[in-house]
């Protein structure tokens, strides 16, 4: 019932920025948790970030801690991911998805089967 579209994503230096996009369909975008995956070549899917419906909290893992930011414009239908002191492993492609029954405003599902909507994706390339 909803479609994301990721934008954002390119080639960058190692230490350099890139701040990635999400742009939800619908009007119940308020209700959906929302998280942010990739996947590099040969490695599977794993979530990056996570953050709970009411934008009240939020979830890293630990490869992106310190250097990554999840947040989100629910006026906009929109979230974000601000990646800072990016490095050769961050390259992957990276995928917005949005969990339309979390278990509460402050929960923030980690699990690919926890995530109904899943946008194209967006490469990012992050050079030596």
């Known amino acids: 019932q909803v479609q994301l579209v990721e934008s954002g994503g390119g080639l960058v230096q190692a230490g350099g920025s890139l701040r990635l996009s999400c742009a939800a369909s619908?009007?119940?975008?308020?209700?959906?948790?929302m998280g942010w995956f990739r996947q590099a070549p040969g490695k599977e899917r794993e979530c990056v970030a996570a953050?709970?419906?009411?934008?009240?909290?939020?979830e890293f893992g630990d490869s992106v801690k310190g250097r990554f930011t999840i947040s989100r414009d629910n006026a906009k239908n929109a979230v974000y991911l601000q990646m800072n002191s990016l490095k050769p492993e961050d390259t992957a492609v990276y995928y917005c998805?949005?969990?339309?029954?979390?278990?509460?405003?402050?929960?923030?599902?980690?699990?690919?089967?926890?995530?109904?909507?899943w946008g194209q994706g967006t490469q990012v390339t992050v050079s030596s």
């Open positions: 619908g009007h119940t975008f308020s209700s959906y948790a």
């Open positions: 953050i709970s419906r009411s934008g009240g909290s939020t």
């Open positions: 998805a949005a969990d339309r029954t979390p278990y509460g405003s402050y929960y923030t599902p980690r699990s690919m089967e926890e995530f109904d909507y």
